[in-house]
């Protein structure tokens, strides 16, 4: 779903926020409103999918997303999972370890358990 024609682009307007920053870091950090935030993800999955190396552009939208919203702080965080539901960090899901460094720590080693 894209944007009605006459409705300003919020993924054009976080990505002049800082133009050199990424934009989805940008988003999470400025957008509070669900509807706002429900556009930008369906704006950015429209922008994933014009990239032809790019076959599942929703779930790479959704981890990355998931992924992203890991490193703010739980109101942030909670604010955008609750605006989309089909979205989870990729390690933790939807029960990110706010303020449990060591739970973070543990996570990783497991992962990496399992890469090697």
Excluded: C
Excluded at 27 to 43: G, S, T
Excluded at 50 to 61: F, G, N, R
Excluded at 73 to 96: C, I, N, Y
């Amino acid at each position: 779903m894209e944007a009605k024609p006459n409705q300003e682009s919020l993924l054009a307007k976080m990505q002049e926020v800082e133009p050199k920053s990424n934009v989805l870091f940008n988003a999470i950090a400025n957008l509070r409103d669900p509807v706002q935030i429900q556009q930008f993800y369906q704006e950015y999955v429209g922008h994933l999918e014009s990239d032809p190396t790019l076959t599942e552009a929703e779930k790479v939208a959704q981890s990355n997303i998931g992924y992203a919203v890991g490193y703010y702080d739980q109101e942030t965080s909670k604010r955008w999972l609750d605006a989309l539901p089909s979205v989870a960090h990729p390690v933790f899901g939807r029960d990110l370890p706010y303020n449990s460094p060591g739970r973070a720590f543990e996570a990783g080693k497991a992962i990496g358990s399992v890469s090697k």
